[in-house]
């Protein structure tokens, strides 16, 4: 992203990795940067790997710009190029093993992976060639040359210890402020891929106004359309082997648009606060100590004290592995999810 904003390109890009939020960001960069100091559209080439042939890519590299210092030329999917049984082990790969043949015969026999690797050792300088795949081997030869030459552009997606900073970032650059406790329940509410977590936040600071906080009652607005005071009735109820209770709230609570998702998000979070407080107790916090280290409000640890005396010794890790086959369920059973979300709380209420 610094590269392309000081418009220091370089002649080619493997971009790599999963998160498609980073990855379209960089993508969008590179080519604005390509495009200055010519016409926008003019020297641009997009293709698709396998839809089209890697001569192709290849001759649009080396293609004089018209008008323009440079072209742009993206490649999708260049992960479709990969054969899985191709035994290119990064030590000489197809186009070396011509045999009789010599190298002429070898580079008819190149694939289109060690093709552009090869591009790579002599590239265009009028060009910027940007190749992206969501996962390659890597000891492909393409892969190496970019990790060599320096050209490797990592979009992996963020672990989930990192996502409330990514958004208290993202919430400050809009100007709403976003405390870690209201950042941690939006990680676990819109986590982890990163374009819903950022709409998300696009919503909430559209919600609050300039320079408005971001707050649990804008979240439970805008993102799950339940409060938070809604989710701990629940999870007191649990606490308290009410199921009845449980069983009303959940009632109240459920929203079929997002499937379940959103509320079993709120529901781990709150335990997860659980958790963590009662780790501070048993490490000879005070209250008020483990209210702070668990981001839980202040007024809120006598409320968490008495939930946690309500609980047998164990319960809240039996809950942890419930709420993981809860969501494990919602993503791939076909029982309706609000079905699924009561046989999780007639679990949690019997242990």
Not at 115 to 126: D, F, I, N, R
Not at 158 to 175: D, Y
Not at 281 to 305: M, T
Request: include cysteine; charge should be positive.
């Amino acid at each position: 992203m610094k590269e392309a904003t000081s418009g220091n390109l370089r002649p080619v890009y493997l971009v790599l990795g999963e998160e498609r939020w980073f990855v379209d960001r960089v993508v969008a960069a590179i080519r604005e940067a390509a495009a200055k100091g010519g016409i926008a559209g003019f020297n641009e080439d997009k293709f698709t790997a396998g839809d089209a042939p890697v001569e192709s890519v290849l001759g649009a590299a080396r293609m004089l710009p018209m008008m323009a210092p440079r072209r742009f030329v993206l490649v999708r999917s260049v992960d479709r190029w990969e054969k899985k049984d191709e035994g290119d082990d990064g030590d000489g790969g197809d186009d070396e093993r011509g045999g009789a043949g010599g190298k002429r015969g070898a580079s008819k026999q190149a694939s289109p992976l060690d093709a552009l690797a090869e591009y790579t050792k002599a590239p265009s300088p009028s060009a910027v060639l940007v190749l992206v795949a969501t996962k390659l081997h890597g000891q492909r030869r393409i892969v190496t040359a970019a990790k060599k030459g320096d050209f490797l552009v990592a979009c992996e997606p963020l672990n989930r210890r990192a996502l409330p900073g990514f958004i208290t970032t993202v919430a400050r650059e809009k100007g709403n402020p976003i405390s870690a406790d209201v950042a941690d329940q939006l990680a676990e509410l819109a986590g982890p891929e990163l374009g819903y977590v950022v709409d998300a936040i696009e919503r909430l600071s559209l919600y609050v106004g300039p320079k408005q906080p971001i707050t649990e009652d804008a979240i439970a607005q805008v993102v799950i359309r339940v409060r938070q005071s809604t989710v701990w009735e629940l999870i007191d109820a649990l606490g308290r082997r009410r199921l009845d209770r449980a069983l009303a709230a959940l009632a109240d609570a459920y929203d079929p648009r997002d499937g379940g998702l959103r509320l079993l998000g709120a529901v781990s979070w709150s335990v997860r606060q659980l958790v963590k407080f009662e780790s501070a107790l048993a490490a000879g916090a005070s209250q008020a100590e483990a209210a702070q280290r668990a981001g839980v409000a202040p007024f809120k640890a006598s409320e968490y004290a008495q939930t946690l005396r309500a609980l047998p010794k164990g319960a809240l890790g039996g809950w942890m592995r419930t709420l993981a086959e809860t969501d494990l369920a919602l993503k791939s059973s076909r029982r309706p999810a609000q079905a699924v979300l009561e046989t999780m709380l007639i679990e949690m209420c019997s242990r």
